[in-house]
Structure formats: C-alpha cells, structure tokens
C-alpha cells in the first residue's frame, strides 16, 4: 500500500458538496495498493459557487483528474473544455481528465457503470423487451443512454413532474413517457425496471411501486445502494424477480475512471465489494 504523497505520486480525487459520506475513496484506494501504484485519490469538498476554481486549478496542482458527483455533475459540463459524446447525450460528467497540454476533457462513465453491472449482476436480461425507468434526472438520462446503446427499443418513463420526462425525449425515439399515476400498468410486459430516484433511500421517502403487471422474469434495478437492499429490491426478490442492486453501478462506473487516471483496468470481485460495504 502507498504510504504518503511523494513528488512521482499521480494523485486524483472526488470533487462534490458533501463528500464525506462517499465511497469511491475506499473502492479507488483498495484498487491502488492491489495493483501497486504510486498513486491517491482524496476527497475534495468543493461549494458550487467554487467549482470552476477548483476545475481551473487541478493542473497547476499537478492532479491528473477528478470524479465529479452531487451537486456538480451537470455544471460541470460547461466548465471544462472537451465533452465526449456519452456526457454529452447524458447531460452530465462525472469524470474529468487533465490533459497532457493542461485543458480539461469531461467524461460519463455511469452510462458505462450501469450497463456492466447490469450484464454482470443479471446476465439474463433482455434488450429486446421494454424497459421501465422511474426518474428523470441525471441518472436517468445515463440509464437511458446506456440502454440505447444497448438496443433497447423501447423505454417507458416516468417521473413524478412529466415536464422533466418529456425533456428525456430528446435523447431518442424510443422513449414513450408515462404519467407517474400509470407506473403500475407501465410495468406490463417489461423485461427490466430501473429506479433512478432517491424514493427508498435512507431518510427518502419510500419508493410506492406495485409490481403485480411486472411479468416475474422481469429484472428489477434499483441504483440506490443506501440502504443495499431497498423496499422495491425487496420485493422483487420476494415474487421471483431477479434483482440487482445499486453498488454494481457505483464499481463498475469507476472502472473507466480509474484507467484514465492510473493507466490500469481494474476489476470488480467479491472482495472489492466486500471491502467497500466494510465486511
């Protein structure tokens, strides 16, 4: 394991408001003493009103890049000086490189994060049935950009205000928006349900979803991963639906990230996700 910060150490690091609650610094640093890597990855509370300082900062400050989560994501877009194509039709970044020459190039990698361990998690799922994905912020245009890509022809959304649904519809034609009082009958025939809101998370209030039209082969998501198991996972466990988690998205996102920083493709196992749940 890396002990201190020396003059060769390559050093990255999470930029949000709060982050103390976050695990990337765990997930990234287990990575950095299994491969050996004279690197760090440090937590970095930045105020919104400083977020464009602290970007403009980073290579003066010899970082190679950044993380970027809640609140920065989709201000973040603008403030940087290249935007790949994926944070670009997702809205938000939520990776940013520096550059040999010093500029700053924004990524998306929840896109990347979700599909992977959706694949990993429920290799059963199929592209060719319909999805239903619950919210329409920028998880959900990440969600919905990763399973176009992935060929699903058709993604049921709804989200509690329509306005910010039917804003989803830029991003394809394969998007049928739903009134958030028709969710239950959203779900007949589907192959995949994802919630990408923060109903059922820990001091949220709880995510209301009767799974009855939901057929029972169906593969229920829900991205939340505090609590681990949500009252919707819960559920679909209890009525045969295969069900995955949301700590999956948060490993696999951080992958692309990490090969960006540390030039290593590194792994998801039983014991990274041991390590990051503190078992």
Not at 23 to 40: C, K, N, V
Not at 104 to 114: I, P, V
Not at 206 to 226: C, G, M, T
């Given at each position: 394991m890396t002990i201190g910060i020396r003059g060769t150490t390559r050093i990255a690091g999470l930029m949000g408001w709060p982050v103390r609650?976050?695990?990337?610094?765990?997930?990234?640093?287990?990575?950095?003493?299994?491969?050996?890597?004279?690197?760090?990855?440090?937590?970095?509370?930045v105020e919104p009103a400083r977020l464009e300082t602290a970007l403009r900062a980073l290579p003066a400050l010899g970082f190679i890049g950044v993380n970027v989560t809640v609140p920065h994501k989709a201000p973040a877009l603008s403030l940087v000086d290249q935007v790949n194509p994926v944070a670009r039709r997702a809205g938000a970044v939520n990776t940013v490189v520096?550059?040999?020459?010093?500029?700053?190039?924004?990524?998306?990698?929840?896109?990347?994060?979700?599909l992977a361990a959706l694949e990993q998690d429920a290799p059963q799922w199929q592209a060719g049935r319909p999805a239903v994905v619950l919210g329409a912020g920028g998880s959900a245009r990440a969600v919905i950009v990763a399973l176009i890509d992935a060929g699903v022809t058709e993604i049921r959304?709804?989200?509690?205000?329509?306005?910010?649904?039917?804003?989803?519809?830029?991003?394809?034609?394969?998007i049928r928006v739903i009134a958030w009082d028709k969710r239950t009958a959203a779900l007949d025939g589907a192959g995949l349900v994802v919630n990408t809101t923060i109903l059922g998370m820990g001091g949220q209030p709880?995510?209301?979803?009767?799974?009855?039209?939901?057929?029972?082969?169906?593969?229920?998501?829900?991205?939340?991963?505090?609590p681990l198991e949500t009252s919707l996972l819960i559920t679909a466990r209890a009525r045969g639906n295969p069900a995955v988690d949301g700590l999956g998205m948060l490993l696999h996102q951080a992958r692309p990230a990490f090969h960006a920083f540390f030039g290593v493709d590194p792994a998801v196992t039983p014991a990274l996700r041991a390590h990051v749940l503190g078992t």
């Open positions: 609650h976050s695990r990337s610094p765990q997930l990234h640093g287990y990575w950095l003493a299994e491969h050996g890597i004279d690197g760090a990855y440090i937590p970095l509370p520096v550059q040999a020459d010093g500029t700053l190039e924004g990524r998306n990698t929840d896109a990347f994060g979700f959304v709804t989200n509690r205000t329509r306005a910010r649904a039917e804003a989803l519809q830029e991003l394809g034609p394969s709880p995510l209301e979803l009767d799974l009855k039209a939901l057929p029972v082969d169906a593969v229920v998501n829900d991205i939340v991963y505090s």
